[in-house]
């Protein structure tokens, strides 16, 4: 079995309360394009050609393109083991949170319950004017070449995710931060610390006393202020990392009474 830094074992088999921050990456073995890798979702396009509101604005029909592909494609995968290794760790620890970047919703579908969705979810839509949630049938709507309208005031639908330049949703940052205040062991897991403040997060917790610990195919922008850097891939590790926790726990567990 993978050997993991004896401290993070023992930090986790005591702790109270874990915080998780998940990005690109542990979506990847489910077959979602990362952003960074080659041959991730940025490589076909820039950033700045698609995930903004001026982009949105000027091209309304084919960012929602966009978004439908990727719709499409998370709709069409499933959870992959590292997915489910978070639900396992979630239910072994009495404060857990999990703090994801991603929008493909393969966190709630794996099991997740303690979900906080900083960058949105895709398979969330509304009205940029009355901010109506929308249907799969108002997205379809549209004619050809058309954009997607609200049935209500004709608005231009949006996914609800965020893009550059937009702010964070604010209850989804105070619960991050809260998370980090409280986090005895803080796992950082298939991101590239780059985009902030999701990528503050993992020094947050630090700061506050956690034992950081980074598990990502390769070294993040933070590898170097971590506790930990565990390489590899999470849907490979993060099973292992559970049951190397369960193990650790059955053994300091109090002797049952004769
Ligand atoms: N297991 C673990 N880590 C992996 C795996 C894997 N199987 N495959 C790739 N990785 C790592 C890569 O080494 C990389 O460091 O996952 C990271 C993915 O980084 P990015 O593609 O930059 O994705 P992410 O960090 O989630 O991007 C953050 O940027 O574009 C915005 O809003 C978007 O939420 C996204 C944010």
Redesign the pocket.
């Known amino acids: 079995m993978k050997a993991f830094p004896p401290a993070l074992i023992e930090r986790l088999a005591g702790a109270q309360s874990v915080a998780v921050l998940t ?4 979506s ?2 489910s077959g979602v394009p ?4 080659a041959g ?1 979702l ?1 490589e076909q396009f820039r ?1 700045e050609e698609l995930a903004n509101v001026q982009a949105f604005l000027r091209n309304p029909d084919l960012v929602q393109r966009w978004y439908a592909y990727r719709r499409k494609l998370v709709r069409e995968v499933e959870p992959n083991a ?1 997915h489910y290794a978070l639900v396992a760790l979630e239910r072994l620890i009495p404060d857990f949170t999990l703090i994801t ?2 929008v493909d919703n393969l966190h709630r579908r794996a099991g997740s319950q303690r979900i906080v969705e900083l ?1 949105g979810n895709l398979l969330r839509s509304y009205c940029i004017n009355c901010r109506r949630p929308a249907t799969e049938i108002d997205l379809e709507a549209a004619a050809e070449g058309q954009p997607a309208r609200c049935p209500a005031c004709g608005g231009l639908i949006r996914p609800d995710v ?1 893009w550059f330049g937009e702010f964070l949703p604010e209850e989804a940052l105070t619960e991050a931060y809260a998370a980090c205040e409280r986090a005895e062991v803080f796992l950082s ?7 902030y403040p ?1 990528a503050g997060l993992p020094l947050e917790a630090k700061r506050h006393g956690a034992y950081v610990a980074e ?4 070294p ?1 922008a933070i590898a170097r202020e971590v506790d930990a850097v565990i390489l590899g ?3 490979e590790i993060l099973p292992v990392l559970v049951e190397t926790l369960r193990q650790a726990r059955s053994r300091n567990a109090p002797a049952a009474g004769s």
């Open positions: 990005g690109a990456g542990i990847a073995e990362t952003f960074r890798d991730g940025w950033p590292g970047q991603n960058h965020v897991i298939g991101t590239s610390a780059l985009v999701a598990i990502n195919l390769h993040s891939k999470a849907g």
